[in-house]
């Protein structure tokens, strides 16, 4: 591993600390503390409330059976990220008829096979209209609750690996009749965004800096494997140290 790999991972994981701090904790050090009799969350700021998912969120759905929409979407890494719809490449149905739409604002969460795969970051914001699988549900905030507030609230629980100890089952699959009882926590929706706006700035320059690292990495992979082939294939002499030479 080179030391720009160690580096990215190191600043990786201080996102995810950041946005879990700021995002249960508030920006104001001196704020009254009390315990939010969440295990996952411990204390929070006194005036700030606790709310089941299903009373900041509602399930959105709209089929796509009679809307044929094309901007095909899918959840990777913890992002919505476009796809090719007409690609060759990949397993992709015949129709997409099954499909749901979402839209901008809509939380995605991929809550299949909880049981073997403990890595996947399951949950993406939407920031634009498209179709997404089925198998992935799609929630809207209520009023009064900031799409991206939600968002950085559930990615928190997800890097928690808190979905895990809800599943049942043999795949340990959770539906929305689980999961609308998970208690989170809401601040006042003036310190939502406030939040929102620090994350964003903070996660920026992170992200820059694991840009820069990321082409460091890519650079040396290169240059390794370049000088690799020209040693193998002759074009690098790599001459034996002659009899008295210093070694």
Known sequence: MFPQERERELLDSLKQSEIANVVTKGLNPNVRMKDSDIPWIGMIPEHWETRTLSQMARVHFISNKNVHHQNLLSLSYGKIVCKDINTTEGLLPASFDNYQIVEDGNIVLRLTDLQNDHKSLRVGLSTQEGIITSAYLAIEAFTGILPKYLYFLLHSIDV???????????????????????????????????????????????DSCMADLQTEIDYLKEFKQRLISDVVTGQICVAEPQKGEQQ
Not at 179 to 187: S, T
């Open 160 to 206: 928690k690996k808190v979905f895990y100890s809800m599943g049942n089952g043999l795949r340990q699959s959770l539906n929305w009749t689980e999961l609308r009882k998970l208690k989170c926590i809401v601040p006042p929706i003036l310190e939502q965004q406030a939040i929102v706006d620090y994350i964003e700035a903070k996660l920026s320059k992170i």
